[in-house]
């Protein structure tokens, strides 16, 4: 019988990775995270004035990272990135995600 021996994540372990971030979600090894803590794009780039069930305008971002073509194009990355939480995750991890009523139907439908 072999030994398994895991990944080692202490050197990622206290650090900001800066980057894409399925690539970098895609450096850590599986079932090694107790939490994940998302604040992903809310995709508000999209034609015409976005407002708040009050009427008044929302101020949306205007950065690419904010920026998809089409809400398949969006629903295509939060599918990528949500996997990736997934397998990164121990089994009893937890999955913390920020979002606004813009956004977070969407994620859950998912």
């Known amino acids: 019988m072999g030994v398994v021996t ?26 090694s995270i107790d939490v ?15 407002t708040r069930p009050d ?3 929302v101020d949306g971002v205007d950065n690419d990272w904010d920026k998809f073509d089409t809400f398949a194009a969006y629903d295509q990355f939060t599918r990528e990135w949500m996997a990736q939480c ?3 995750l121990k089994d009893n991890g937890t999955l913390w995600v920020i979002g606004s009523y813009h956004n977070i139907f969407r994620l859950c439908r998912l």
Do not use: H, T, W
């Open 55 to 57: 009427q008044s305008r």
């Open 36 to 50: 994940v803590f998302a604040d992903p794009p809310y995709n508000l780039q999209l034609s015409g004035d976005l």
């Open 86 to 88: 997934r397998r990164v």
């Open 6 to 31: 895991k990944p080692d994540i202490r050197p990622m372990l206290n650090q900001i990775l800066v980057g894409d971030c399925i690539a970098e979600l895609k450096k850590i090894p599986s079932r």
